[in-house]
């Protein structure tokens, strides 16, 4: 246990240790973790699940929306194949995903996932979805500025709890593509 490095947070913890304020499928990626930073840097800190959505959470424990990633799940589809996809981006900007994404993915169309389908798929929880444990082959798309910021906070795969991670974490996330403008 330790002071969080951003935010105001009572504690923060490697979430490798704290497996009961993650989803499982985050759990088990970090039980399995093979990035290149030590899974140790990924911290978890316990928050009020009523405080999940993203204006609220960064009132209630002073984190600026530029400190926040939001992780959006797209479904961009070409003919009948569906490809599922993440996108990491700044919580003070929204994922262009009718144009950047779309095209990165090689889509006709690109759209939100419906929240039911992107929780079924995940096995996280709306509002937590998060791209450390993510189904294996899922391309994960990260804003540049993202990938550039010392700290941000994002979903922990449920609405209690945070996951507080460098940027370049992320970045070098299996299926990670670092993408200029992803938000905006």
Same mark, same amino acid.
Request: glycine residues 10%; hydrophobic residues 50%; aromatic residues 6%.
């Given at each position: 246990?330790?002071?969080?490095?951003?935010?105001?947070?009572?504690?923060?913890?490697?979430?490798?240790?704290?497996?009961?304020?993650?989803?499982?499928?985050?759990?088990?990626?970090?039980?399995?973790?093979?990035?290149?930073?030590?899974?140790?840097?990924?911290?978890?800190? /316990?928050?009020? @699940?009523? &405080?999940? =959505?993203?204006?609220?959470?960064?009132? +209630? !424990?002073? *984190?600026?929306?530029?400190?926040?990633?939001?992780?959006?799940?797209?479904?961009?589809?070409?003919?009948?194949?569906?490809?599922?996809?993440?996108?990491?981006?700044?919580?003070?900007?929204?994922?262009?995903?009718?144009?950047?994404?779309?095209?990165?993915?090689?889509?006709?169309?690109?759209?939100?996932?419906?929240?039911?389908?992107?929780?079924?798929?995940?096995?996280?929880?709306?509002?937590?979805?998060?791209?450390?444990?993510?189904? /294996?082959?899922? @391309?994960? &798309?990260? =804003?540049?500025?993202?990938?550039?910021? +010392? !700290?941000? *906070?994002?979903?922990?795969?449920?609405?209690?709890?945070?996951?507080?991670?460098?940027?370049?974490?992320?970045?070098?996330?299996?299926?990670?593509?670092?993408?200029?403008?992803?938000?905006?």
């Amino acid at each position: 246990m330790s002071a969080a490095p951003i935010g105001n947070f009572e504690a923060a913890w490697p979430a490798v240790d704290r497996a009961d304020l993650v989803a499982a499928p985050v759990a088990e990626a970090l039980a399995g973790w093979t990035g290149a930073e030590p899974v140790e840097s990924v911290l978890v800190v /316990d928050t009020d @699940p009523e &405080l999940a =959505d993203t204006g609220n959470f960064g009132q +209630a !424990y002073d *984190v600026a929306p530029e400190l926040s990633a939001n992780c959006v799940v797209v479904a961009a589809k070409r003919g009948q194949d569906v490809t599922y996809a993440a996108c990491m981006v700044l919580a003070s900007t929204r994922a262009d995903v009718n144009g950047l994404v779309r095209k990165h993915l090689g889509a006709r169309k690109a759209s939100f996932a419906p929240m039911d389908e992107a929780v079924s798929l995940t096995g996280m929880q709306y509002g937590g979805i998060t791209p450390i444990g993510l189904p /294996d082959g899922w @391309p994960v &798309l990260v =804003d540049a500025a993202v990938a550039d910021a +010392a !700290y941000v *906070v994002i979903g922990s795969g449920n609405r209690r709890g945070k996951i507080i991670v460098p940027g370049k974490v992320l970045a070098g996330l299996p299926g990670a593509t670092v993408l200029e403008s992803l938000g905006l």
